[in-house]
């Protein structure tokens, strides 16, 4: 059993790692970003709200995040663990997560978060907008406000988990195979 979060900016590879990770560890991968794009595309009431942050690089509100997030748990109680990509992003999500894992008597083992510089991250989702469709990754102004968002937001978020002695670092350029066995050898050095 293990739950880890994967975290880091906007474009910093979070998506990709999870869905090696998920397969690597068989986690249930629970990514925030594609549950709403899901709703979007479905026309849901929730998908209406959720857009209306979305497209303008601002982060949806923490009830309707936690909401969703708690729905989609509870789901998979059976789930050998998870793996949180793009959640939690505030201090009052990170304690809704603290709750919602105790329910299920587990815990998150670890934070790793992936390291990548703001001009990197610029012109990564710049290049991604060419094939993800995604209105938020096709407009500079808007990566520029979510990487804003993160750093006044989420960043923190590194120091909550920290403090518990779970939060990792580790650099988010490079190959993705290379990134990969990073993020491996620092889970298994945490995993008990
Ligand atoms: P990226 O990591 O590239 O920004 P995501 O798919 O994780 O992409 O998120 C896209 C958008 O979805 C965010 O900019 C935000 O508006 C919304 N979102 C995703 N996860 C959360 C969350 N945990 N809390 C609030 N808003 C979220």
């Given at each position: 059993m293990i739950n880890l979060i994967i975290f880091?900016?906007?474009?910093?590879?979070k998506g990709t790692q999870a869905e090696k990770l998920e397969r690597k560890f068989n986690l249930v991968h629970i990514s925030t970003g594609d549950l709403f794009r899901s709703e979007i595309a479905e026309g849901s009431e929730l998908g209406v709200r959720a857009s209306e942050y979305m497209s303008k690089g601002e982060l949806v509100p923490d009830e309707v995040t936690i909401g969703m997030l708690r729905k989609k748990m509870m789901a998979h109680k059976e789930a050998e663990g998870f793996i949180f990509d793009?959640?939690?992003?505030t201090h009052p999500q990170a304690e809704a997560l603290d709750s919602l894992l105790d329910m299920l008597d587990q815990q998150i083992d670890a934070l790793v978060m992936l390291d990548v510089p703001e001009d990197e991250i610029v012109n990564r989702i710049l290049l991604r907008s060419k094939d993800s469709g995604r209105a938020d990754d096709s407009d500079e102004s808007i990566i520029r406000n979510r990487f804003q968002v993160y750093q006044t937001q989420t960043e923190p978020i590194y120091a909550y988990y920290d403090a518990k002695g779970k939060a990792h670092k580790i650099q988010g350029t490079g190959s993705i195979d290379d990134i990969f066995q990073k993020l491996c050898d620092t889970i298994s050095s945490i995993h008990v």
């Open positions: 880091g900016p906007p474009g910093s590879g793009g959640f939690p992003r």
